[in-house]
């Protein structure tokens, strides 16, 4: 009689114990989460700000639109970038960098060619090669054309293959 007492005052405290320890365990799970949660949406939020703040800085007003008559090809030494107005209208910027070694490519009107002085690459008027050791064609940056500026994103140089009339940017 007094064991059997004993024993069931002394499995109480273990249950009580038991049961305590799977709340803490419980709790301790729901820290976890929320800490992991926490991580991703902070890791999120720096990201977009970043982003936001990098296409603030490399969007280029490159001039306005009038200012770039139909069939010309206009340097832009600060930002290392042709600006070429299309016939019809349309721009593409190009960058001034050869694709070989990285000298910059001058325009030659009479030619209506781009020309690289260090090892006579030469590129048509969308940068196509014309003549090697040049790679590939001169990358090109997306323009964006918002209320009668032109603007060009120099964060977006891209490498091609070929030219395709969808690197060309018209006014809306
Ligand atoms: S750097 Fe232009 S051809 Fe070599």
Redesign the pocket.
Known sequence: MMNKKDGETGNAPIVGRRIFMKRIWKILGLVAVAEFLFFIISLLRPSREINKSRSVLTLRDIGNVEDFPAGSVTPDRINRLYIIREQDGGFLALSIT?P????SVLWDEARQQFD?P????AFDRHGVVLSS??PRPLDYFPVIIEEGKVRVDISQGTRRRRFEPNQVTYAV
Do not use: E, V
């Open positions: 050869c070989h070694l990285g000298c690289c260090c090892h006579s690459s050791p040049a």
